[in-house]
């Protein structure tokens, strides 16, 4: 069984910042991409930034240079730093994974449960 866990979340006033991270557990061969979405009341789920097994990173034009994804292989963890909050950040964010469970077989997708983010105005 795989699982990720995130944390991190929480309120915050506007301008300040948050740290978030996911841990992946459970039976893993590997790890490929790791990414961070999220979703507004009312809204679709959106791609908030996304980091390669490499460490190639790409971002959600509303926060480039203020978020910033990490990874850590060795812990199997990714995190999301994010400065310069504003209240439209306010959502549930997610992690995602594509994970391979065996080496010989394909990966799967996965996702966390959510944590909510708050920013007030």
């Known amino acids: 069984q795989v699982q990720l866990a995130e944390s991190g979340g929480g309120l915050v006033q506007a301008g300040g910042s948050l740290r978030l991270s996911c841990a992946a557990s459970?039976?893993?061969?590997?790890?490929?991409?790791m990414a961070w979405y999220r979703q507004a009341p009312g809204n679709q789920r959106e791609l908030v930034a996304a980091?390669?097994?490499?460490?190639?990173?790409n971002y959600a034009d509303s926060v480039k240079g203020r978020f910033t994804i990490s990874r850590d292989n060795t812990k199997r963890t990714v995190y999301l730093q994010m400065n310069s909050l504003k209240p439209e950040d306010t959502a549930i964010y997610y992690c995602?994974?594509?994970?391979?469970?065996?080496?010989?077989?394909?990966?799967?997708?996965?996702w966390g449960q959510g944590t909510q983010v708050t920013v007030s105005s």
């Open positions: 995602n994974a594509d994970i391979k469970k065996f080496a010989l077989g394909y990966g799967y997708n996965y």
């Open positions: 459970g039976s893993i061969f590997s790890i490929s991409a």
């Open positions: 980091v390669t097994s490499g460490g190639s990173t």
